[in-house]
C-alpha cells in the first residue's frame, strides 16, 4: 500500500480511542476498507493512486475474504470428521480389538489372542510366550506370514501339553526374512469397554489391564 497521509492516521485513530481491539475476519476487512476509503477521500489530487495500487489492495480485500470462507469450510469439515471419529469409537464399545501390547490372559483354559503387525514378508516367524515369573512355558513357530496385521491364537497348553494356569503371560515375537531380523509390532487382545473425550481427542477405554488407547491404535477389530 502507499504511504498514508497524516490525516488519514488520525481519522482511524479518532475511532480507534472509543472502540474495542478487533480481531475477527470481518472485521479486520471493515477496518481495511475504512483505510482504503480514507486514504482515497484523503490522497494528493496532484499525486492520486495509481489503478495497479488500488487494484492491488481491492484484490487484498478479497483474499482476505477468501480465506475467512475457507476457515469457516475447514471448520465444518473438521467438525463432521470429529462427529464421524465419535460414532465409530461408540460402535466399538463391546468388541475386542488387537492394539499395540504383548500380554495374553488365560481364563478356564482359554486364552486372548494375539497378533502381529508386519511391515514386509516374513519368512519364519516364531513366536515364546513366558510366565509372571519371566519363565518359557510355550514356544512355537508361525511360519511365514504376509506383511500388514494378523491375528493368533493359543491353545492355553505348555509345551509339555497340560493346561496353562489360569494368569497374565508375556508374549514375544521374532520375525526374520532371508537371515535378517524384522522390524514388528506386537499385539494384544483387549475389549472396548467405554469411550471418553480427552485433550488428545477421542480415548477408548480397554479396562485396567491396558487403560486407554487412541482410536490409531486399533489395527484390528475381533
Request: hydrophobic share 35%; net charge negative.
Given at each position: 500500500m502507499s504511504t498514508i497521509d497524516t490525516s488519514v492516521v488520525n481519522a482511524l485513530n479518532g475511532n480507534a480511542g472509543t472502540t474495542q481491539s478487533?480481531?475477527?475476519?470481518?472485521?479486520?476487512?471493515?477496518?481495511f476498507m475504512t483505510l482504503l476509503v480514507t486514504q482515497?477521500?484523503?490522497?494528493d489530487p496532484l499525486k492520486p493512486m495509481e489503478n495497479a495500487e488500488l487494484t492491488s489492495q481491492l484484490a487484498q480485500i478479497n483474499t482476505l475474504n477468501g480465506i475467512e470462507e475457507l476457515n469457516t469450510t475447514l471448520e465444518s469439515i473438521?467438525?463432521?470428521i470429529d462427529e464421524s471419529q465419535a460414532l465409530q469409537a461408540a460402535a466399538l464399545v463391546g468388541h475386542g480389538v488387537l492394539v499395540p501390547g504383548n500380554q495374553v490372559l488365560v481364563g478356564n483354559q482359554v486364552a486372548t489372542a494375539f497378533g502381529i503387525?508386519?511391515?514386509?514378508?516374513a519368512d519364519q516367524v516364531s513366536v515364546t510366550i513366558t510366565n509372571s515369573s519371566g519363565q518359557v512355558v510355550r514356544?512355537?513357530?508361525?511360519?511365514?506370514?504376509?506383511?500388514?496385521?494378523?491375528?493368533?491364537?493359543?491353545?492355553?497348553?505348555?509345551?509339555d501339553g497340560s493346561a496353562a494356569p489360569d494368569g497374565s503371560y508375556t508374549v514375544s515375537i521374532e520375525a526374520s526374512a532371508d537371515g535378517k531380523a524384522l522390524s514388528l509390532?506386537?499385539?494384544?487382545?483387549?475389549?472396548v469397554s467405554g469411550v471418553?473425550?480427552?485433550?488428545?481427542?477421542?480415548?477408548?477405554?480397554?479396562?485396567?489391564?491396558?487403560?486407554?488407547?487412541?482410536?490409531?491404535?486399533i489395527r484390528q477389530i475381533l
Open positions: 478487533k480481531n475477527t475476519a470481518e472485521e479486520l476487512r471493515e477496518n482515497l477521500q484523503n490522497q473438521t467438525g463432521q503387525e508386519l511391515e514386509q514378508p514356544q512355537f513357530d508361525l511360519g511365514g506370514l504376509d506383511a500388514g496385521v494378523q491375528s493368533f491364537a493359543w491353545d492355553a497348553t505348555l509345551d509390532t506386537t499385539l494384544n487382545y483387549a475389549e471418553t473425550r480427552s485433550s488428545e481427542g477421542l480415548r477408548l477405554d480397554l479396562g485396567a489391564v491396558q487403560g486407554s488407547v487412541a482410536l490409531a491404535d
